[in-house]
Nanobody, 138 residues
């Protein structure tokens, strides 16, 4: 059974930084697509970044994708020793305020994970964490 647990949310002022973690367990493939999404009340869940994460010897592992809204400010990465994916968020803005979720889609190919044809779709991911709140004040 796949479990995803996010941590690291909190409150910062505009221009500040936060780092989120997503610890995954139960994934059976050597490489998986891990996505970060965010959601504010009344709006659809928005995909902000993906990483094809797993064994570095698997083709495509390490590739990343960013939505335009966070490109240049957010960085997604993986730990090489634990099943953890990180989202480093810099130069935060009030518009970044949301509940942040990590999500997983098992296996597949790196290109499908990090070269989406359009905006990331929540329905393409099978497993979700519980979310962590990020609040950016002006």
């Amino acid at each position: 059974q796949v479990h995803l647990v996010e941590s690291g949310g909190g409150s910062v002022q505009t221009g500040g930084s936060l780092s989120l973690s997503c610890e995954a367990s139960g994934l059976t493939y050597s490489a998986n697509c891990i996505g970060w999404f965010r959601q504010v009340p009344g709006k659809e869940r928005e995909g902000v970044a993906t990483i094809f994460a797993g064994n570095r010897r698997s083709h495509g592992v390490g590739a990343t994708y960013y939505a335009d809204s966070v490109k240049g400010r957010f960085t997604v990465s993986q730990s090489d020793t634990t099943n953890t994916v990180y989202l480093q968020m810099n130069s935060l803005k009030p518009d970044d305020t949301a509940i942040y979720y990590c999500a997983a889609r098992e296996g597949g190919a790196g290109g499908i994970c990090t070269e989406p044809a359009g905006p990331l779709r929540a329905r393409d991911f099978d497993h979700w964490g519980q979310g962590t709140q990020v609040t950016v004040s002006s």
